[in-house]
């Protein structure tokens, strides 16, 4: 009976005290109301503070939203009632916009969300469920993709790399010894080349190197497929000695990729040579990767292809990215590889690493030992030169 009075009280006083805050809160010249609007103001004072407190960012290629043209775009067509999963008209013309661009009209195009996806299903559909895919050590798909590959039943099987690419004659004895091996029936087989264009070092095969890799492919019967999702960076380097229709004619399917290069998401998948696997739309769907608002794709892929929006915006890219490497090469900062891309990868102590980290938004890479960190600064179609004379100053 005490306890039961004790909790009665308890509550009495609970209830007075939050019933005189009320009250308190009800008159505007109360101590309390005051508070509250000085907290609410000087919050509000803060909060702006910190908006425009901004930090430059160099992190990755994909921390905006997309390029104004598709964003004017999406809203002009945005009432538009159209056909779902890809049916629409903007698909139909952006495909037919790729298979121009790539001189194959005979191509099939198409349009995905992201690159894991893509990666995923092309490289699972064009497998038999005994082969596995080959790539570099560095390949994206063996370390950045959290085993998507794997995910699907197949094996990624590494080779060994300069710089981020394969060569052609390390591939060619890599297949040899496979084939030469009495046990290899027993062992998983090697169905398909991948590579990514530019690599995951940002550094690029040359035509030559392709056209020997694409033989190597020939000799053995494995489809080559190149990842895209910097093509446009790629392409638009001034170390690049290759064209679009060149790369298409020497793979046997690629993609184009839009998320990294002015889109809000999506990839354009193109199969060049009459190869698309049977019932491909139906895998896509298998395989949970069919839009059923289609347009968003469409949209933006019609848009990056006309006016050549998709190289001029990839061309910006790469001209920061050289201002930034001339910046770090005149500051006397180390190099880790010589890139020619958007992608710059530099070798910083301990102490200039923290120093930075506190003035501009990087991307750590790897460590080489306790006072040496490889870190990435990247570009973007949406890098302004201002941020990038700002980078500048603070190195």
């Known amino acids: 009976m005490r306890k039961i009075m004790l909790m009665r009280l308890f509550f009495a006083q609970l209830f007075a005290s939050e ?7 009800a008159d505007e010249k109360s101590p309390v109301r005051i508070s509250h609007r000085l907290f609410a103001k000087s919050r509000s004072e803060m909060e702006f503070v910190m908006r425009n407190k901004r930090i430059i960012s160099f992190e990755s290629d994909y ?3 997309a390029c104004e043209p598709i964003l004017r775009k999406m809203l002009e067509t945005n009432m538009e009632q159209l056909s779902g999963y890809g049916t629409d008209t903007y698909c139909e013309q952006a495909k037919k916009k790729i298979k121009a661009a790539c001189e194959c009209p005979d191509a099939e195009v198409f349009l995905l969300v992201g690159g894991t996806q893509t990666n995923a299903i092309v490289i699972s559909s064009m497998l038999s469920q005994y082969e596995g895919v080959v790539t570099a050590k560095s390949g994206h798909i063996n370390v950045h993709e959290a085993g998507a590959i794997e995910y699907t039943g197949h094996k990624v099987m590494e080779i ?7 060569n052609a004659n390390d591939l060619d004895s890599y297949m040899r010894n496979f084939y030469n091996d009495e046990n290899h029936e027993h062992m998983v087989f090697p169905g398909m080349v991948y590579i990514s264009y530019p690599t995951e070092y940002g550094t690029l095969y040359s035509k030559e190197e392709l056209k020997n890799i694409s033989e190597v492919c020939k ?16 392409l638009m380097s001034k170390q690049s000695d290759i064209t679009l229709p060149e790369l298409a004619a020497l793979c046997d399917v690629f993609y184009i990729g839009g998320t990294k290069v002015g889109a809000l998401m999506g990839e354009a998948v193109v199969f060049t040579k009459n190869n698309t696997p049977l019932h491909f739309t139906t895998y896509i769907k298998q395989h949970s990767g069919l839009l059923a608002k289609g347009r968003i794709l469409g949209i933006q892929f019609d848009t990056l292809f006309t006016d050549n929006l998709y190289f001029e915006i990839s061309r910006h890219a790469i001209e920061m990215a050289e201002k930034i490497k001339k910046a770090f090469a005149e500051k006397n900062y180390e190099l880790y590889i010589d890139s020619p891309t958007n992608q710059q990868f530099i070798i910083l102590d301990k102490d200039k690493y923290d120093y930075l980290r506190n003035k501009v938004k990087f991307s750590f890479w790897e460590k080489l030992s306790d006072d040496r960190i490889v870190v990435r600064f990247a570009t973007s179609w949406a890098t302004k030169e201002e941020d990038v004379e700002e980078l500048i100053s603070i190195l």
């Open 63 to 65: 921390t905006e939203g």
């Open 19 to 25: 019933r005189k805050q009320i009250a308190l809160m």
């Open 219 to 234: 000799k053995y019967n494995m489809p080559l497929y190149i990842d895209g999702a910097r093509l446009g960076y790629g």
């Open 160 to 166: 060994d790399e300069t710089e981020g690419k394969i």
